[in-house]
């Protein structure tokens, strides 16, 4: 056993139907420098976009570009050939002036030409905080990456309704058909899940996690059951939930152990079968009737003395 494996050690294991999620409390470079080669099919994390939370110290995106030029040669070398790999990143914002954390996370990946972009997924949600002097930031994006051409897509398994499931097609051979898939629509790259804020019933106190559904549809369109699902930025342990929900095996790290707790919390409470997740479901729409739905008067006299009176 070398010093690294020795450091490396389960710091809470979780098992649900026969499938485990291992915790440990390392830093990533840590963790894979002990995972064996070719040992996980699905990498989906979200990591420090360097902007200062109270878990980095860094604040610069040259060092997030730093840091993913120094962990994704070992990403690479534990992901299996027809593996995938999911980055979930937003922007870095530094007094109002945006970078794209996804163009350095695909300069960083194209260091490897066995990485062939799939999609660039556009996560957008309702909610954040408001922007004086740019348009409120509403979205993030997922680069998914597949390690080679051969690579797990079950498309069945995350189909959504169709809007209109009764269209047919109006010209050709087919014509009077009907024209769409039994199982429901492709989602697309544009998805619409409700983000984490303080009334969403998944909210805990890591300040940034993401909703089980965005790894959770993830892990079900790129692995197959009994999978290793690896998150190297496990935060409060959603990957992680999402990874038992589905029977794939996962393992991930963090080097905050209050988020750890955090997780461990969540994973015994899925095993009990108290934990609350959201289901993959379109954000509800407003209820008219609620008072909180409808504009103030006051608003409606001031929005017609305005450019704003038509909305
Ligand atoms: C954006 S958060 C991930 C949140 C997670 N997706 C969730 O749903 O809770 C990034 C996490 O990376 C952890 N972290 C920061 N630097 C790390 C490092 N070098 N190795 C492992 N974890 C690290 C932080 O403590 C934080 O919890």
Known sequence: MNATTQLVRPWYLATNKGRTACLVNVQAELLLATLPDASIDLVITSPPYCMGKEYEKSTSADDFLENHRR?????????????????????????????????????????????????????????????????????ENILWFTKGDDYTFDLDAVRIPQRYPGKRHYKGKHKGKLSGNPLGKNPGDVWDIPNVKARHVEKTKHPCQ???????????????????????????????????????????????????????????????????VRADAPPSEPNASQSVAQLPSRWRKLRKKTSAADI
């Not at 929900?245 to 988020?259: A, M, Q, S, V």
Request: net charge positive.
């Open 210 to 276: 993401f909703p089980v559904a965005l790894p959770r549809r993830l892990i079900k369109a790129l692995t197959t059951p009994g999978a290793m699902v690896l998150d190297p930025y496990v935060g409060s342990g959603s990957s992680a939930v999402a990874a038992l929900l589905e029977g794939r095996n996962f393992i991930g790290c963090d080097i905050k152990r209050p988020y750890l707790s955090i997780a461990k919390r969540r994973l015994k409470k899925l095993e009990t079968g108290t934990l609350e």
């Open 71 to 139: 962990i994704f040669p070992e990403i690479v070398r534990v992901l299996k050939s027809g593996g995938s790999m999911c980055w979930q990143v937003g922007h870095h914002v530094k007094d109002g002036v945006a970078i794209p954390l996804d163009a350095l996370v695909y300069l960083a990946a194209m260091d490897f030409p066995e990485l062939v972009l799939r999609n660039r997924i556009v996560w957008t949600f309702g909610h954040g905080t408001h922007s004086p002097r740019r348009f409120s930031g509403r979205h």
